[in-house]
């Protein structure tokens, strides 16, 4: 059997994001963000953890940098805390903009291409004091911000990504408030998501505008298939709701199809000020073109209906009334999530067909396990397979004739895994958080050479020797 080969120039690259990483929070004059504020209210993040110090990459980027492109990655995706750029939200900070150029040219001094996500949920706690996404303003600060990175940096990065996850940044943050800034108004949160949403089309607007030749723009979204546990209509139906409210709500206007009805629908009886937000022409502006979509991807939702419509659902979303999601079954994570690697593949051929054939990236995929440094090693086989499955899925794709244009893993590095602080590791490289030692897993050393030869072994197992800890 051959090596599954995957396109020329492939981006083989692995994820962060500012706050769960960084550390440095007060330094080069940054501002607070709602993670900084959230974090210090204690009792919302696992054993009160922060990401004051989190990985300390904020001195240590040269080492990682080296680290990524040592591992043979040809891609970074990172993303740019606004509160060190902008420490009240609207005033550029050389300091913090020079942190990033820094960043930027260790990259390609390193040949690795820089992949910027602008917010990944790191909003200026001033923005938030404002009124926060809820307040139709902090989209247009987006677009400003936006433009300003995109100033100091688009001499030397092409690859721009507005978002990361806006389902995260208004359901978590605003609706269920395990994310910060904690608050639990589902009508908020719906106004919040629109906010965020225009604040993309804002965004990409401004920088299409400015852009240079070579210039993508992009942003990434969450999805998880909602698989029904039975074939009833109740059950078609529940997995409808899921994936209106989780999948198609963000996906459809990104796309230009605008908010599904069927959704409208089912937020109709709690939404009123959502309805009251969308203006006219908002939905062209969110519908702004992009060069390609980020899909981050880790585990499918199974669904099944209440007996009782009216019972309490597991699920804390109002438009998921009348539903429960089920435990998953096997094989599962360390954060509990299922592994269903096909289930991939089905999601990239939907987004393939519904986009009509907009270019994708794998913008985030990656597990958690429980790994040991021994004798400076880290034999996580669990992720390697994890990987190695996740990569078959990817290239059955690109073989369906899905455009699928790079894979990205979460995470470069163990990192601040938000309300579960430090619990759960998902890196390619192992961080001793009291020490701050790095050590590459082996699931590193595969995903480098993977990379390496824009193959997987066709067996879909690790290539032999990929464990080897001399490689
Ligand atoms: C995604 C987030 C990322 C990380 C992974 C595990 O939803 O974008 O920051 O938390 O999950």
Known sequence: ??????????????????????????????????????????????????????????????????????????????????????????????????????????????????????????????????????ARDTASRFAEYAAVVHDALGDRVNQWTTLNEPFCAAFLGYGSGVHAPGHQDHDTALVAAHHLLLGHGLATRALTEQARPGHEFSLALNFAPALPDGSSPAHLEAARKFDGIHNRFFLDPVLGRGYPADVLADVAHHGGRFAASVRDGDTDTIAAAIDWLGVNYYAPARVTPLADPLAPSNCPLPALRGLDVLPAPGPLTAFGWE???????????????????????????????????????????????????HLRAVHDAIRGGVDVRGYFAWSLLDNFEWAMGYSQRFGLVHVDFETQRRTVKDSGRFLGRVAKANALPASGAPAEGVGDPRA
């Open 339 to 389: 592994q269903a690697p096909g289930t991939l593949t089905e999601l990239l051929r939907w987004i393939g067909a519904r986009s009509g054939g907009l270019p994708l990236v794998v913008a985030e995929n990656g597990a958690s396990f429980v790994d040991e440094v021994v004798d400076g090693r880290v034999h996580d086989e669990d992720r390697v397979n994890y990987y190695a499955e």
């Open 1 to 134: 059997m051959t090596d599954l080969e995957f396109p020329a120039r492939f981006l083989w690259g692995a994820a962060t994001a500012s706050y769960q990483i960084e550390g440095g929070v007060r330094e080069g004059g940054r501002g607070p963000s709602i993670w900084d504020t959230f974090c210090a209210a204690g009792g919302k993040v696992l054993d009160g953890a922060s990401g004051e110090v989190a990985c300390d990459h904020y001195h240590r980027y040269p080492e990682d940098v080296g680290l990524l492109a040592g591992l043979g990655l040809n891609a970074y995706r990172f993303s740019v805390a606004w509160p060190r750029v902008m420490p009240d939200g609207r005033t550029p900070s050389a300091a913090g903009l020079g942190f990033y150029d820094r960043l930027v040219d260790e990259l390609l001094a390193h040949a690795v291409t820089p992949v910027l996500t602008l917010y990944h949920w790191d909003l200026p706690q001033a923005l938030e004091d404002a009124g926060g996404w809820p």
